[in-house]
Nanobody
Framework: VQLQASGGGLVQAGGSLRLSCATS????????VGWFRQAPGKEREFVAV???????YYSDSVKGRFTISKDSAENMVYLQMNSLEPEDTAVYYC??????????????????WGQGTQVTVSS
């Protein structure tokens, strides 16, 4: 599975961005597709995931502000980010894999990664 992330940019605090992840293969019922992010000097952290059974999970830090969705017909997964905060500044990566449910938030359990897209939120 190949993935390509896009949609990052510079936005003021309180603003919104929508990230897109194009996948080369159908993921419904086959792969979980998630978003992770990495800020300078920090470890890569889980943001949100759409599981292979279409359940959605979020990190506590983005719950209520971010929404993950997919368009199966177009093999696309999106991350709508609202009420952005400077702490959301990071490189965002989309990833696909088949982690067991208890590991669905763990980056090392994803086999396929996109190239990352920079999100910068100014205060």
């Amino acid at each position: 599975v190949q993935l390509q992330a896009s949609g990052g940019g510079l936005v003021q605090a309180g603003g919104s961005l929508r990230l897109s992840c194009a996948t080369s293969a159908r993921t419904s019922g086959r792969y979980a597709v998630g978003w992770f992010r990495q800020a300078p000097g920090k470890e890569r952290e889980f943001v949100a995931v759409n599981s292979w059974s279409d359940h959605r999970y979020y990190s506590d830090s983005v719950k209520g502000r971010f929404t993950i969705s997919k368009d199966s017909a177009e093999n696309m997964v999106y991350l709508q980010m609202n009420s952005l905060e400077p702490e959301d500044t990071a490189v965002y990566y989309c990833a696909a894999g088949r982690p067991i449910l208890s590991m669905i938030r763990v980056a090392s359990h994803y086999n396929y990664w996109g190239q990352g897209t920079q999100v910068t939120v100014s205060s």
